[in-house]
């Protein structure tokens, strides 16, 4: 069965909203459709058999992947030097990712970073997949 890493970064996505609605998604290794779930879901929409299942694998989230602190912070280390303290400083604190936008609108840099983080969470999913033994179209 073969998934589209479109898809896969969508539900990296959901799945990376969590901390507000508790979002998970599950790929069926043998369909290949995605499950979604969380606080948005309805329950009775699920397989009966997504939590026991073992062709179903949790689709990580980027904090799963370590794609979140660290990321940003190599990201200034290599783009934004002149800001890294700034950034620093930022992520010592709640908000911070709509405060760090906002430091990269004023330095022109944020669809800069919207390429940055798409190349890791692409990465990451390859890899995921490999080792899930899942395989993937990156044409789609």
Known sequence: ?????????????FSSSGLLFDSCTYLNRCSGKIVY?????DDEELPDDLYDNPDYVEIPSKQDMNLGKRLVLRFAAEHLSEHVETVHNIF????AYGRFKVLLEQA??????YRYEEEAVTRELLEWCLVNEITVNEDS
């Open 1 to 13: 069965m073969e998934v589209k890493l479109s898809d896969l970064a969508l539900a990296v996505d």
């Open 37 to 41: 779930t969380g606080d948005l879901i």
């Open 92 to 95: 010592s604190r709640r908000g």
């Open 108 to 113: 022109n840099m944020l669809d800069e970073w």
